[in-house]
Structure formats: C-alpha cells, structure tokens
C-alpha cells in the first residue's frame, strides 16, 4: 500500500504534464521513485504519518477531514519530490521559454 502510495506522488503530476499510455505513467514514476529515493521516502514518510494520525484519531479528526481531505500532507510532499520533476522533465525551462 506504501508503495502504491508513493507511486501515486509521481503519477499525478505526470497525468497532468505528459500525454502517455498509463503503463508508460506507472514505470515513469517507478523509475522517478527509485531514482529520488530520499526525497520520495520523506514525501511517503508525511503522508503515512498523516494518515497514520487519522486513523489513529478518527473521532477527533473526522470534523477535520472535509477541509484538510488529502490535501494537506500532499502539498508538503509534492514540494518534495518537485526538485526531482523539474529535474527530469525541466519544467521550469519550459515555462521560462513560453513567456519569451
């Protein structure tokens, strides 16, 4: 399940920057995962801590989940695993040469 989570990180910014067969998606973000394996074990270890923290609590965090949902542990862990997206597919290049 951990695993399948931490694919996930990398599988969604790819659906929204790529047009590939899914298959393609899930070794791209294999490979991704493997090939950041620091910075995708600190984005796994925020969500599971999260997660782990819901569950753990449910009574007191289910008012909490309407609002904070998912939404809340991704966006520290995309901002992790972002240095290693623009790496591989310089996205940050991309954006500077369609403003000019």
Known sequence: MLLVLGLSLYLWPQLA?????????????????????????AALAILTVYLWGTVQFFLL?????????????????LFLIYPGIN????????????NE
Not at 87 to 98: A, G, L
Request: net charge positive; no cysteine.
């Open 17 to 41: 920057l790529m047009e590939l067969p899914f298959p393609q998606l899930v070794k791209n973000s294999a490979l991704l995962f493997l090939g950041q394996l620091p910075r995708s074990l």
């Open 61 to 77: 965090t289910m008012p909490l989940l309407p609002l904070t949902n998912l939404w809340l542990p991704v966006l520290p862990a």
């Open 87 to 98: 790496k591989n597919f310089q996205i940050e290049e991309k954006i500077k040469t369609m």
